[in-house]
């Protein structure tokens, strides 16, 4: 949906995605299953929000045959990875690192769900107590009897609006 | 000429919008009944001109009318009819024109519909409606005018994109427009409540229709989009994370626990702070997914500093209405009064469960989207927020509320037996563990997660069936059919709508086990891909009415060697623009998919191939399109629609009671 609604949205032309071509791959399937999982984890620097693994611009083909190097060079996959980020910085990572600055991101979701279990489970404590310390309204005084009986039979308020 | 009537209409209408979002609020405030029952003819009359417009910029577009700037550059005299009429809304003028005739129809469906609503009600909705309108079309008219002409009109067009030539481009943008923009009538319904002090179980069912037809079509539309991105991008995926797609995603999350929250405000008047927050969240929402898409905001921040009207006015927008929003929510909130009680283990507490992990996922979408244009604003530093992240976020979130749903399902209102419901359920789990082991056998193993996903879905989907027959058979099996027909409605809409969710997980952890091949091969040769073989015989070249075409011609062979396909990819270049599209070919088999996309090709008999066995797949998008049945299903419950819902729910319970 990427290349369609950003070509909706801004009218920018991206070419079909071919991406991983046939030459590219190693021969060793373990490898390649390993290039292709770092690749998906990389950004093509030049498009938007794309994987390299996604793209068919020429920078990801290179960054791919690069990532297939290291590979064959016997790097790991971390080494792999910190070559990259080393080379290009960690705007190269789409899944960003677990750092200081980073700190909101990855903590927001986690304290918002801690905080509103905490929220849900203080509502239902408060209610418990609520049941259990008024088990009835107290009975109403002559006057609020009296009140009561003014509103029942009055005509329904006009629309309140201020 | 026309043009023109459709470009006076629009300022007509805005002129309409402006008075309908003042006098009714002016006459609700004063109790003149005269200046409130204006708004439902003023919505009505500022939807006959917005259609107006629209029909006349529609007209433009079929007759090819290249004095018209926005045509010129959009379209192409040998453009198919389908895409000369879908190609209105493909680009930014036009889609904002679609945007506001839907907020205009929003309008004019509740002044038709809901005229059982108190008169106040009722016009200071309109009202708000319609000043969200006015300040669209004030956006329209000022910055993104599709009327404007050429003083020199060129003899052709420019072209549509391509990628856009598809019949998706006439289905996906409408639908998904229906449901982002739809919400704003239950956000109008939100403000007005607030406003008058109205803020009770009334106002969730009057708003609940109209949630139900938002959420639909916002469902409807992103499985539309997600399905055309799977044919159309070469490569099969179903969902990006992209922005773009986030940008929906977030109101159909709080949408989702909107439509959730509803009920328990309906039921048992309890949630109701919260429940119009998310009124007022969803559209926010759906506003702030507008800005993102049309500022350039996403292409990067420096692309909106350097063209940063539209960009501005739209923030301009997002800032009054949710602001403004916030601010009445703020002032009002004090003024609610806490609900009936109930125990967490009830149907309550499930759907509160619900409403906590679909908004933390909200928001896990939203600090992801929005992070990293907020860090980059702020410190100048560039990160990416890819697939990844959202992976570890949101996915995660969405288990245990997966796992939640058929124990929801069970348990009474106010206070529930877990025990009761968890006694009925071990069948239902020890059924879905059976079934994921069948899967584990037929596929010889595979990742656990993805069986654990496929134990989910079963889980799911039995779960939700076994509501029914749960029902059907507790006074005995003898009456077992009389009973199952008379299950209300709403019910067994919840019940298709949770088992759509089930087939979801299902197709999602079935592309675990998907058979991925990239090869080149050239005319004769023949490969295996999972238990199929497929043949290039050739290329060919073809010629469309805009497009010239490469065309590899497949035969997709089954075990024994018998052919049943002829399969085509094939890659086009659009006269118009000179653009390469690739077109992907597909066989289908029961749920599953043979799917072909071709690449580069070398010397007239070679060609790159990625080619897919992908198992189970459609049912990503069947999920999606049986949850949106179940909304249909469940807005055509009268009990929901006709005002008077418990005098029949009491007729509905009493018959399990002989």
Sequence with gaps: MRTILAALALLICLGPAFAVKPEEQLADPALEARARAISGGIRCLVCQNQSIDDSDASLARDLRLLVRERLKAGDSDQAVQDFLVARYGEFVLLKPTLSARNLVLWGLPLAALLAGGFAAFRLFGRRRAEESETPAAAPLSAEEQAELERLLHQDPPKPAGS | ?658
């Design chain 2, 1 to 658: 000429m026309i043009v023109e009537i459709g470009h006076f209409a629009l300022i007509l209408a805005f002129a309409v919008a402006v008075f309908q979002a003042c006098v009714p609020v002016w006459g609700a405030l004063r109790h003149d009944g005269v200046l409130v029952r204006l708004a439902p003819r003023a919505a009505l009359l500022q939807f006959a001109l917005v259609a107006l417009a629209f029909a006349s910029l529609t007209q433009a577009y079929l007759t090819s009318d290249f004095s018209v700037a926005n045509v010129f550059q959009n379209s192409h005299t040998l453009k198919p009819f389908i895409y000369k009429w879908s190609g209105v809304w493909g680009n930014h003028e036009g889609s904002m024109l679609l945007w506001v005739l839907i907020l205009a129809l929003f309008g004019a469906a509740v002044a038709l519909f809901s005229r059982r609503l108190p008169d106040d009600m009722l016009g200071v909705t309109l009202a708000v409606q319609s000043m969200i309108a006015a300040a669209f079309m004030a956006f329209l008219i000022f910055t993104s005018n599709p009327f404007l002409r050429l003083a020199n009109p060129p003899f052709e067009g420019r072209d549509l994109n391509p990628v856009l030539q598809d019949p998706g481009l006439a289905v996906h943008p409408p639908l998904l427009y229906l449901g982002y923009v739809g919400f704003s009538i239950v956000f109008s319904f939100a403000a007005a409540a607030l406003i008058l002090g109205r803020v009770d179980a009334a106002f969730a069912r009057m708003v609940r229709p109209w949630t139900l037809v938002a959420w639909i079509a916002l469902t409807l539309g992103i499985a539309m989009g997600s399905y055309w991105a799977y044919y159309e991008l070469g490569w099969g995926g179903f969902w990006f994370w992209d922005p773009v797609e986030n940008a929906s995603l977030m109101p159909w999350l709080t949408g989702t626990a909107l439509l959730h929250s509803a009920i328990v405000m309906e039921k048992r008047e309890a949630l109701k702070i919260w429940t119009i927050l998310l009124a007022v969240i969803t559209f926010s929402l759906s506003l702030l997914g507008t800005f993102l898409v049309r500022s350039g905001v996403l292409t990067s921040v420096h692309a909106f500093a350097v063209d940063p009207e539209r960009g501005l006015f739209i923030l301009f927008i997002l800032i009054v209405f949710i602001g403004g929003s916030f601010t009445l929510f703020a002032l009002r909130a004090n003024a609610m009064r806490a609900g009936s009680l109930f125990s967490p283990v009830s149907r309550e507490g499930a759907l509160v469960f619900n409403n906590l992990f679909l908004s933390v996922a909200a928001l896990a979408v939203f600090v992801g989207t929005l992070y990293p244009l907020l860090l980059e604003a702020l410190t100048g530093a560039k990160i990416s927020v890819g697939a990844p992240f959202f992976d570890l976020t949101a996915v995660p979130l969405m288990i245990p509320l997966f796992l939640a749903i058929p124990v929801g399902q069970k348990l009474a209102w106010k206070r529930g037996d877990l025990a009761g419901a968890m006694s009925r359920l071990w069948w239902v789990l020890a059924l879905a563990v059976v079934g994921a082991a069948v899967v584990s056998f037929a596929v010889s193993g595979g990742p656990v997660m993805a069986l654990a996903g496929i134990g989910l879905g079963f889980f799911l989907i039995f779960g939700a069936f076994d509501d029914l027959l749960d029902r059907a058979s507790r006074g005995g099996w003898g009456r077992f059919m009389p009973r199952l027909l008379a299950i209300p409605r709403a019910n067994v809409a919840m019940v298709l709508a949770h088992a759509g969710a089930g087939l979801m997980v299902l197709g999602i952890s079935a592309t675990a086990f998907e058979k991925e091949k990239i090869i080149s091969v050239k005319a004769g040769e023949t490969f295996q891909l999972a238990h199929h073989s497929l043949t290039l015989n050739g290329l060919t070249t073809q010629t469309g009415p805009n497009y010239n075409a490469l065309v590899a011609r497949f035969t997709l062979r089954d075990g024994a060697g018998a052919p049943i396909a002829e399969l085509n990819p094939a890659k086009r270049v659009y006269v118009g623009r000179q653009m390469p599209t690739s077109e992907v070919a597909r066989y289908r088999e029961g749920f599953s998919e043979v799917y072909l996309a071709i690449g580069e090709t070398s010397g007239g008999e070679r060609v790159d191939l990625r080619a897919y066995y992908k198992p189970y797949v459609l049912l990503i998008w069947l999920g999606p399109v049986l949850m949106a049945f179940g909304g249909l299903l469940s807005l055509s419950d009268r009990r929901l629609r006709v005002g008077a819902p418990r005098r029949a729910r009491v007729a509905v319970q009493g018959s399990p009671a002989e």
